[in-house]
């Protein structure tokens, strides 16, 4: 020992209780001097309590063989040796002696210093029957005992509810030799507070009744207190969950659901979040849209937020936004994520209605200019190779005159009349407005060449000419026609053209009116 100043050396009796080893090595001729002495508590209060099992382990060996050691963590978290050696003297007293490990910078201890632990953990040793022989001062402090607890049944300090488990881990212990058997439960302090222990039970009885019962009770209520809050923060979320409008899941990346509220499965009828975040981990979704959203998530953790178009459980057409983020790992890995569901359909179907409204003249139903304007720059960006687009700017004629002698009144219903007339001479992909007054334009996307322009044009003025009766009154109607046609251009230089076009119309018109 002279050559391991950082040593600690004690002694232990049946009650596992530690003391001063010093007058009994000192019998032997052995020194203390400049190492520490263990003296006070238990032995397995001498450890850290993740290797308080490898203490009953050891002790059993050192039992069976006279010697024995294990690698344990002392409770301020350092290596160490921890060697046992029974001295078998009749009363069971064990030497113990715990080695710093290699390259520990532990200082020796110039005086002997005990080393007491704080009451977590407790032993006592029963007989056969359950009634306790002897418990440890730590083990009396856990219960809030003052007097010693010889001949009462360890059983009687159980909480009643958990008295049948602990009756069938006795005869199951009792039945296996040196097997050290370990559960929960609740013990009952003297002042009748409850107090959630985990107990180890080793049977060292042998075949002729001698022997005893190892108990060793590790207080392990802070670890059932933070469970308990956790499952509470748990059970919170979940009502905070169930309370939202939206439907919310959490997932692994293998789909599995973690946690999902009622609103989801609503929202996801007839398929369960459990299938549809199934086939997303497997990419394996209807909508491509969704399912490339679901793949940039488990490739590299991209987050998305998308609407997707669906049919309900009635077969009506709903809008669902989905937004997904993902939830990583304490490495950085994607680990799963989140999805939030929200029906957005009438918030859709009133900004489509606004956004129809803002593109549409309210007076003819035709485009206003700036839904023209849009749709014709959206059909000169989809040309075709061999096609074109087409375009007629239609101006009536004596519109102004019909105003002035007929009252605005007549004149709306006028534009209405020739609005009605136009949509009837149209094909099926072209495309009305009216840019203002009484200017009117026919978008004909997908037209081959100006030839056939000029085939639709006439079409348009033989629907559009001839009287209108509204009311009692007979207003004539004619319009002076433009063409115009592209196969690759910009929206303002074919407007041009057809305006150009239409105004060179009405001059020819006018000319043989002089005539």
């Known amino acids: 020992m002279a050559n391991n100043p950082g040593c600690a050396v004690g002694m232990f009796d049946r009650a596992r209780n530690v003391s001063d080893a010093r007058g009994l090595l000192a019998s032997a001729g052995i020194s203390l001097d400049g190492h520490a002495a263990l003296q006070g508590g238990a032995i397995v209060e001498l ?24 690698a344990v963590r002392l409770r301020d978290g350092k290596p160490a040796q921890l060697h046992l050696v029974e001295i078998r003297d009749g009363e069971g007293t064990t ?17 002997p210093t005990p080393i007491i632990a704080s009451p977590r953990v407790g032993t006592a040793q029963c007989n056969g029957f359950g009634e306790i022989l002897s418990a440890s001062p730590s083990m009396l402090a856990l219960l809030g005992r003052l007097h010693p607890l010889d001949g009462e049944p360890i059983i009687s300090h159980l909480h009643p509810d958990d008295r049948d488990a ?60 933070a469970t308990d809050a956790l499952a509470a923060e748990t059970e919170l979320l979940a009502l905070l969950t169930e309370t939202l409008p939206v439907g919310v899941a959490k997932f692994d990346t293998s789909g599995r659901v973690e946690q999902a509220n009622t609103r989801l499965t609503e929202l996801l009828a007839p398929r369960r979040p459990s299938e549809v975040l199934g086939l997303a981990a497997l990419g394996a979704l209807e909508s491509p849209d969704l399912a490339a959203a679901f793949t940039a998530l488990f490739r590299d953790g991209t987050g998305s937020k998308l609407v997707i178009h669906d049919a309900d459980v009635n077969g009506e057409t709903r809008h669902l936004e989905w937004t997904i983020r993902p939830v990583l790992a304490d490495d950085g890995e994607v680990s799963g994520g989140v999805v939030c569901v929200a029906d957005v359909t009438e918030a859709s179907l009133l900004r489509q209605t606004l956004e129809q409204r803002a593109m549409t003249d309210a007076l003819t139903g035709c485009l206003n200019r700036a839904g023209t304007l849009a749709a014709l720059d959206a059909a000169l960006a989809t040309i075709a190779p061999g096609d074109g687009v087409g375009l007629l700017f239609i101006d009536l004629d004596s519109f102004k005159h019909i105003n002035d002698a007929r009252g605005h009144a007549i004149g709306d219903v006028v534009l209405e009349v020739v609005a009605s007339r136009l949509h009837g001479a149209l094909r099926a992909q072209d495309l009305l407005g009216r840019l203002g007054g009484d200017e009117f334009v026919v978008i004909a996307p997908r037209i081959g060449s100006e030839e056939a322009m000029l085939v639709l044009a006439g079409r348009m003025s033989q629907k559009l000419q001839g009287p209108a009766t509204i009311g009692d009154i007979t207003v004539a109607i004619s319009a002076s026609i433009g063409v115009a046609w592209t196969s690759a251009g910009e929206a303002i230089d074919l ?21």
């Open 47 to 70: 450890v850290a309590t993740a290797d308080a099992w490898l203490v009953t382990d050891v002790g059993m060996e050192a039992r069976l063989e006279g010697t024995a050691v294990r």
């Open 166 to 225: 602990g009756i069938v881990m006795w005869v199951a212990a009792k039945g296996q030799r040196g097997v050290a058997l370990r559960w929960r439960c609740r013990v009952v302090r003297a002042d009748e507070s409850n107090l959630w222990v985990e107990v180890t039970l080793t049977n060292s009885i042998d075949g002729d009744g001698h022997g005893e019962v190892q108990l060793d009770m590790f207080d392990i209520s802070a670890e059932v207190a």
């Open 95 to 111: 030497v113990i002696l715990i080695v710093p490990s290699a390259g520990d910078a532990v200082a020796p201890t110039p005086a």
């Open 495 to 515: 407007l041009a053209a057809a305006d150009a076009s239409m105004y060179a119309a009405k001059q020819a018109r006018a000319g043989r009116k002089a005539s």
